[in-house]
């Protein structure tokens, strides 16, 4: 029996693109009619292009957020927490998700930058991969990734910012950004 490698794949960077691959990863196991489930950390807007997507496609694919929009150390600490309740809630959710054996590909987008700042051991995302159903794919995004994850991981992409409109004074645009 030819039994399929469950993958560890990790999108890091400073640059654009972390989320934007992941999501189409997704697409991807969507037209091959396989189950996604994308749990996006910190991001908080359900009125993006992806949100409006990925909730209206049924049983293929599960979006949910577990943020309070985009944060930074020092207003993490106002409200810490507010927020290690949300983010805990959402590794609990993707635990539940995994171990469910439903989905093909979990997405945990930005759940690297809730682990840099504190939020979570590399033992919490280590035990993910332990409960990872064979078959089942696991993609993790975010600004950077311990030394750890990096030798966990099966693939590892950097996205490095070169050139990025933003610097040039154009704001976020419906389609690019959201």
Do not use: W
Not at 33 to 58: A, P, R, W
Not at 72 to 89: A, L, Q, S, V
Not at 147 to 154: F, M, N, Q, W
Request: charge should be positive; charged fraction near 25%; glycine fraction near 8%.
């Amino acid at each position: 029996m030819n039994r399929e490698k469950s993958l560890i794949i990790i999108y890091i960077g400073s640059g654009k693109g972390k989320t934007t691959a992941a999501l189409g990863l997704a697409a991807r196991f969507m037209g091959n009619n396989l189950k996604v489930c994308i749990c996006q950390f910190i991001k908080s807007n359900t009125d993006t292009g992806e949100y409006k997507f990925f909730k209206n496609m049924g049983e293929l694919a599960q979006i949910h957020m577990f943020g309070k929009g985009f944060v930074f150390e020092r207003i993490i600490e106002k409200d810490r927490k507010k927020h290690c309740e949300i983010f805990n809630n959402g590794l609990k959710f993707i635990e539940k998700k995994i171990r469910s054996g439903k989905y093909n590909l979990i997405i945990a987008d930005e759940i690297l930058d809730v682990l840099s700042l504190g939020f979570f051991s590399v033992d919490d995302i280590i035990r993910l991969k332990q409960i990872l159903p064979e078959g089942s794919h696991l993609v993790l995004t975010g600004r950077t990734a311990p030394e750890e994850l990096i030798e966990l991981a099966d693939t590892v992409t950097q996205m490095k910012e070169i050139k990025h409109h933003y610097h040039q004074g154009v704001k976020a645009l419906k389609g690019i950004e959201y």
